[in-house]
């Protein structure tokens, strides 16, 4: 739906999809909106509109273009509706070149008013033959008049010249007038423009996008005749555009003609990487430009659709009272940090014309403080009722919106923001004029805050590969899989657009070969059969008994429609078209979505990787397959795009199903998901929406898996990466396999190939995959017995060290002996004190001293400078002659340990860091704590008390 609002008006304008939104100006229309059937030729023409002006009346103008008079006795005038009809009196005579203007209730004139969106129009004396008409889509600003004079098209001119030639001296509007104002990606898809221009802008033929402007499929093309109102809104909703805005997405505007569709030379957009939410709400919450139409910044605000954008800071409009007395206010508060000058400033409601001269400016020196509020009151600054369907709109002193609040009824008591300042406009329960807003009860609580997700660099080459240097697949490429059986590996491909999969062998190298038979790939249908468009499938997964299962989320001939299904696809099934053998519609148990932000992927995982780690959700335990009789020996894990969130299902051989788990790879979209076979996770694979990046999900027994964000390759260009697909372990080769990704809208460059680290190449911590800094020590560690990481499997890598954990890697490095008889040195170490044992033993070896106070401080970070004290110290503190000169430049030979950080410099147990900087009081990290290990006992040969050390 293509919906239109002027400024501070009530009134909108919807037009169908497919339909121009407002009707081309000096079209002879009908009431219906379809042009008469008769039209009479004559020399008569509407010339000028005026509706709504402070001063004058409704009129309409007629003029004669012809070279002789007519006589216009009878004609009738009327509006958009049959039933309002006056007929010019008789002896009424128009000569050449002269006009004619008729007034509400004047003589010659009319007696209906003309609305905010009306017709004017003139017939014959036959009530039938149309003469001439004008629709309009609000009212004149100040005229809508002829341009040129008699024979244009209407415009809104700068002046009322009734009885005189127009003033046609007016703004010529084009793309650079057009403005992409707000977006709302989820749960309603819809797009809004403005139209800075004071003339209505035609953007027929423009074409809008998401974030695959070379997907046919994902461009939307406006009517022709489609306008945006002069200084007004445009909303273009899903129910329009049938692509669907995921939750890590763009929109594009292209001008008419473009072919392209390169977004570097789009009019307009906006990329965003998440769905909008407050208070973890997405319901309530778009991107909005601020300030509203004239800002540079992107901000998460309430939504606005076809209004002024909600900003945060500055005039706020905070509470409202339009009950329908005589006491009728607005409340606004200063949001900013610093005081404003309201000097000159009005309210308005939705009739800024009509009510022009109802208002009163606030008085020279009106300063409201930062935090202050301040009350418009109705007998002192305006002297309008605020409707039940109305607008309040505070303007400054040059006639700018500030804020401006629109609402559908009159509150039983008022309506303000809750909460106060910063949250939505809702119903109060008591009003509080000039106060902070009452409440309590609907402010809605904080959502926790998020813990952040390691992001590492992808773990293998940064090289990419093009496969399909030639067109091979299809134009719509979406999902992937692998599959080993007894003739080698093969890669399982699906277009979404002709429902079409594809097989091909895959070598160790990436390299593909499409299967015999399988050349132009085989079509997949429905089981009831939906014709010949088939489904539009979007991912692909082979279970253990080697069946297919495909991800739907439209049936491709009925595209504005959800429909989230998993069909059973039998591979050796004959004939270049296969039928599901199984459905699984998840539709109604998944979250509503527009029609094209359903399922996109699907990947099956085997039982025997998920007992005992998946968190089943339904039972609040660790997964076991038992639980789910009929399901076969394998979960179903399918992505929503429009949230990026994962759903385990089991899908049982008779159709029916059950949920088993949710999981949440903070994505912004879930394009891609695979099961790595050779390291045991699950990878979740974004588009160019969040730049590729993906997830790695380690489930872990509890109902909070690890999650590490992993970049794309370095090489690998910024694309619509649809499907994403791990080899497995009999494609390893020199300790690296294969991975392949396929992108939508390429043809050809499709099929990519890059390249992973195989599993012994991987450590057993989570949250540590190959790429991450100082892996080599971490795996060195581990391997040592040094550390054994977390309980839930990671080895937190950035997380500081603290004192007893620096004790308990030394205690362990030296063999963790006996520390019976030893003395406890430490007023605050007890036999209950983690690693206790550790820290005596720390002590008794003169490892650590301590603090002068007598405390050892368990539990404090350790610093840089601390930790080369005890490495020195358990190396014996071996004789060492400190350099006059330090190794680093913020380190004194006067600064504490200066001796020791020299020595482990020279040795090259530290490097420092790239500035030159030992940064000494800096805590340190799990991470440098290994490098630091692996350093001081691998490459130097040190242990405790060693001869190598003296």
């Known amino acids: 739906m293509l919906s239109e609002r002027k400024p501070s008006t009530s009134r909108r304008f919807t037009a169908l999809a497919g339909a121009a939104a407002l009707l081309a100006a000096g079209t002879l229309l009908s009431p219906t909106g379809q042009p008469d059937a008769h039209a009479a030729e004559t020399s008569i023409r509407i010339n000028e509109i005026v509706t ?126 057009l403005v992409l104002n707000e977006v709302d990606s989820g749960p309603l898809d819809w797009v809004e423009f403005f139209n800075t221009g004071t003339q209505p802008l035609d953007i027929g033929g423009y074409v809008l996008t998401d974030n695959a402007p070379n997907d046919e499929t994902h461009r939307y093309a406006f009517p022709a005749g489609t306008t945006v109102p002069a200084r007004g809104y445009l909303v273009v909703d899903g129910g329009t555009f049938t692509f669907g805005l995921g939750g890590a997405d763009s929109v594009h505007l292209f001008g008419p003609g473009e072919t392209a569709f390169d977004p570097a030379s789009a009019l307009q957009s906006f990329s965003w990487t998440a769905h909008p939410a407050i208070g973890g709400d997405e319901a309530v919450a778009g991107f909005s430009r601020c300030p509203n139409v004239t800002g540079e910044e992107w901000v998460v605000t309430y939504t606005t659709s076809g209004g002024f954008n909600d900003c945060p800071g500055g005039i706020v409009i905070n509470e409202i009272e339009s009950d329908g007395d005589a006491t009728d206010w607005v409340e606004v508060v200063n949001a900013s940090d610093a005081p404003i000058d309201l000097s000159g400033w009005t309210v308005m409601d939705d009739d800024p014309f009509g009510h022009a001269g109802q208002t009163a400016p606030l008085p020279s020196g009106t300063v409201l403080g930062a935090g202050a509020y301040f009350v418009f009151d109705q007998g002192t ?230 007992a005992g780690v998946l968190w089943d959700d339904a039972l609040g335990k660790p997964y076991d397959p038992a639980d789910h009789p009929g399901h076969g020996d ?107 990704w396929f992108a939508d809208g390429e043809q050809p460059g499709a099929l990519r190939a890059g390249a992973l680290p195989c599993a012994d190449a991987v450590p057993p911590f989570g949250d540590v995959p190959v790429g991450t800094e100082h892996f080599d020590a971490i795996v060195w560690m581990k391997n040592a017995g040094l550390t054994t990481g977390w309980p839930d499997g990671t080895f937190r890598p950035a997380t500081a060290v603290n004192r007893d954990a620096m004790a308990a890697f030394l205690y362990r490095a030296a063999g963790s002996p006996s520390v019976a008889g030893l003395t406890e040195p430490f007023a605050d170490v007890t036999p209950a004190t983690e690693h206790y044992a550790a820290i005596v033993w720390a002590a008794n070896e003169g490892v650590t001293t301590g603090w002068p106070d007598g405390t050892f401080r368990p539990t404090a970070p350790i610093d840089r400078n601390a930790m080369m004290a005890f490495l020195y110290r358990y190396s014996g503190s071996p004789e060492y002659a400190p350099p006059t000169v330090s190794p680093f430049r913020d380190l004194a030979p006067t600064d504490p340990f200066y001796a020791e950080i020299s020595w482990a410099a020279e040795h090259d147990i530290t490097t420092g860091w790239p500035d030159g900087t030992f940064r000494p009081y800096a805590h340190t990290h799990r991470d440098a704590t290994a490098a630091f290990f692996q350093r001081f006992t691998q490459d130097n040969g040190y242990s405790h008390n060693s001869e190598a050390n003296r």
Request: hydrophobic letters at 40%; a negative charge; glycine letters at 12%.
């Open 634 to 740: 394998g979960l179903f894990f399918v992505a929503l795009e429009t949230n990026g969130h994962v759903y385990g299902y089991a899908l049982n051989a008779d159709g029916t199903f059950a949920r088993v788990s949710e999981t949440i790879p903070s994505l912004g979209g879930v394009m891609a998901l695979d099961w790595d076979t050779d390291l045991g996770v699950l990878w979740a694979v974004c588009d160019n929406g969040c730049n590729g990046l993906a997830t790695q999900i380690t489930f872990n027994g509890t109902d909070a898996p690890g999650l590490v964000h992993v970049e794309r390759p370095a090489s690998m260009p910024n694309l619509n990466n649809e499907g994403f697909a791990t080899a497995t372990a009999d494609l390893c080769t020199d300790g690296v396999r294969p991975a392949w």
């Open 52 to 177: 709504n002006d402070p001063v004058l009346a409704d009129a309409i103008e007629l003029t004669n273009t012809g070279t002789d008079p007519v006589d216009v006795s009878g004609w009738l005038i009327k509006d958009d509706d049959d039933t309002r009809i006056d007929a010019l009196p008789e002896g009424t005579v128009i000569g050449a070149g002269d006009y004619l203007v008729l007034t509400q209730n004047g003589t010659p004139g009319f007696t209906f008013g003309l609305g905010n969106g009306d017709a004017a129009r003139l017939y014959l004396p036959d009530g039938t033959t149309v003469v001439d008409a004008h629709t309009f889509a609000s009212h004149s600003l100040p005229s809508w008049s002829r341009c040129p004079d008699g024979t244009g098209d209407f415009l809104q001119a700068n002046s009322v010249t009734l009885g005189a030639p127009n003033d046609c001296d007016v703004e010529q509007v084009g793309p650079s007038n």
């Open 381 to 610: 600054h305006f002297s309008f009722g605020l409707g039940a369907n109305d607008v309040a709109s505070v303007r400054d002193a040059n006639g700018t919106v500030v804020a401006e609040s629109a609402w559908a009824a009159h509150a039983a008591v008022s309506i303000g923001r809750c909460p106060d300042t910063t949250g939505p406009m809702v119903d109060q329960i008591a009003s509080t004029k000039g106060l902070p807003n009452a409440c309590d009860g609907v402010i809605p609580e904080d959502p926790e805050p998020e813990t952040p997700i390691n992001t590492i660099t992808w773990p293998g080459s940064p090289d990419v590969t093009v496969l399909d240097t030639t067109a091979t697949f299809l134009a719509d490429s979406s999902g992937l899989d692998v599959e080993h059986t007894d003739d080698g590996s093969v890669l399982w491909g699906v277009d979404n657009d002709a429902g079409t999969i594809f097989k091909s062998h895959v070598a160790a190298d990436g390299s593909f070969a499409l299967a015999q038979g399988w050349e132009n790939g085989k079509n997949i249908r429905f089981q009831a059969g939906t014709g010949p468009a088939g489904p539009d499938a979007e991912g692909i997964t082979v279970s253990g008994d080697g069946s297919l299962y495909v991800a739907v989320e439209r049936v491709n001939n009925a595209k504005g429609v959800n429909l989230n299904k998993v069909l059973q696809i039998d591979p050796d099934a004959a004939g270049a078209t296969i039928v599901a053998s199984q459905e699984w519609d998840l539709t109604a148990d998944l979250p509503d979505v527009s029609a094209n932000t359903g399922l996109e992927a699907v990947e099956w995982v085997a039982d025997a990787d998920l």
